[in-house]
């Protein structure tokens, strides 16, 4: 069996808070929402259905502590998640903190104008916040 190995195109955009049962839970670097994701470590996995039942609920399980964390930690009027797939093939679930007068309010978020990145410590600040909300010590 081979080792996990992250999409390059994720590993570009994103940034590893730290590994859940399943998942790895990284930041997107684009400061305009809070935006996490979650990746399943398991190779040549593309659709929520070629996960193990097994594996399917640990998702399920670990997407709602990863909502609620950041909802807590946001104060977001509303949770999106979403799965698309379409530029990068390989699974990964999506969960973005959305509010009233944030940018494309109430739009999706994905194809609205250009990313801005975070400046490192920002990153870091909020990457720590997440970490100690979901993997407390």
Same mark, same amino acid.
């Given at each position: 069996?081979? %080792?996990?190995?992250?999409?390059?195109?994720? %590993?570009?955009?994103?940034?590893?808070?730290?590994? !859940?049962? @399943?998942?790895?839970?990284? @930041?997107?670097?684009?400061?305009?929402?809070?935006?996490?994701? @979650?990746?399943?470590?398991?190779?040549?996995?593309?659709?929520?259905?070629?996960?193990?039942?097994?594996?399917?609920?640990?998702?399920?399980?670990?997407?709602?502590?990863?909502?609620?964390? @950041? $909802?807590?930690?946001?104060?977001?009027? $509303?949770?999106?998640?979403?799965?698309?797939?379409?530029?990068?093939?390989?699974?990964?679930?999506?969960?973005?903190?959305?509010?009233?007068?944030?940018?494309?309010?109430?739009?999706?978020?994905?194809?609205?104008?250009?990313?801005?990145?975070?400046?490192?410590?920002? %990153?870091?600040?909020? %990457?720590?916040?997440?970490?100690?909300?979901? !993997?407390?010590?």
């Amino acid at each position: 069996m081979r %080792a996990f190995e992250l999409d390059p195109r994720l %590993a570009s955009d994103t940034t590893m808070i730290g590994r !859940l049962g @399943l998942c790895e839970l990284r @930041l997107m670097n684009d400061r305009r929402w809070p935006w996490l994701l @979650l990746v399943p470590q398991r190779d040549g996995v593309t659709e929520f259905h070629d996960l193990t039942p097994l594996d399917q609920t640990m998702l399920t399980f670990e997407t709602g502590l990863v909502s609620k964390a @950041l $909802k807590n930690l946001t104060g977001a009027a $509303k949770i999106n998640i979403g799965a698309l797939g379409n530029i990068v093939p390989m699974f990964h679930l999506h969960i973005v903190a959305r509010s009233d007068g944030d940018p494309n309010w109430p739009g999706p978020v994905w194809g609205y104008g250009t990313a801005e990145t975070y400046e490192a410590a920002a %990153a870091d600040r909020f %990457a720590a916040d997440i970490r100690q909300a979901v !993997l407390p010590a």
